[in-house]
T-cell receptor, first 114, second 113 residues
């Protein structure tokens, strides 16, 4: 069954620690995305990758880093430089970045930093 | 800069009622508009996608319309059921500037049995 797997579902970290969120897809999609969702706000794009070994900053990339070493995997690292990291993080993929390519989402990771 | 607004932020209706969710956007230069459903603590599930050249799309009890010139879309849900309770988000795909997707904050729907 094809889909996007995000792990873990819940993540707790102390302030000042880096943390990495996992995202794996078996849809054979070229493009992958990371979004952040906060209460009362629309999803905001953190980073996206159109192809392996390539990625671009989205609207709120500061304090985050990504890698795309494999087509299936697009991990997101939340660094200590991110001032307000507590949020719900959603990974998505699409066949490519063309406008007719719909987004498919994982079930998210809720990160709490105290 | 494109802004997507969904009003109301929350809605509670009795079971069986037909209802309309609204989505408005400020820049009509869109490529398509997509409606998603999000259950609590979960990801987004695509419901309907309307191309900019289309006026509406239907899937089962759901009908989405698009009026690009006025910057509006509606999601009509017929004969609502408790299982329809969720947050509904709309998202527009920009027609320029890298085909970015801009999301609204969503309407939280509660259907009472």
């Amino acid at each position: 069954d094809g889909g996007i797997t995000q792990s873990p579902k819940y993540l707790f970290r102390k302030e000042g620690q880096n943390v990495t969120l996992s995202c794996e897809q078996n849809l054979n999609h070229d493009a992958m995305y990371w979004y952040r969702q906060d209460p009362g706000q629309g999803l905001r794009l953190i980073y996206y990758s159109q192809i392996v070994n390539d990625f671009q900053k989205g609207d709120i990339a500061e304090g985050y880093s990504v890698s795309r070493e494999k087509k299936e995997s697009f991990p997101l690292t939340v660094t200590s430089a991110q001032k307000n990291p507590t949020a719900f993080y959603l990974c998505a993929s699409s066949m490519d970045t063309s406008p007719n390519s719909p987004l498919h989402f994982g079930n998210g990771t809720r990160l709490t930093v105290t | 800069k494109q802004e997507v607004t969904q009003i109301p932020a929350a809605l509670s209706v009795p079971e069986g009622e037909n209802l309309v969710l609204n989505c408005s956007f400020t820049d009509s230069a869109i490529y398509n508009l997509q409606w998603f459903r999000q259950d609590p603590g979960k990801g987004l599930t695509s419901l309907l996608l309307i191309q900019s050249s289309q006026r509406e799309q239907t899937s089962g009890r759901l009908n989405a319309s698009l009026d690009k010139s006025s910057g509006r879309s509606t999601l009509y849900i017929a004969a609502s059921q408790p299982g329809d309770s969720a947050t509904y988000l709309c998202a527009v795909r920009q027609g320029t500037g890298g085909f970015k997707t801009i999301f609204g904050a969503g309407t939280r729907l509660f259907v009472k049995a």
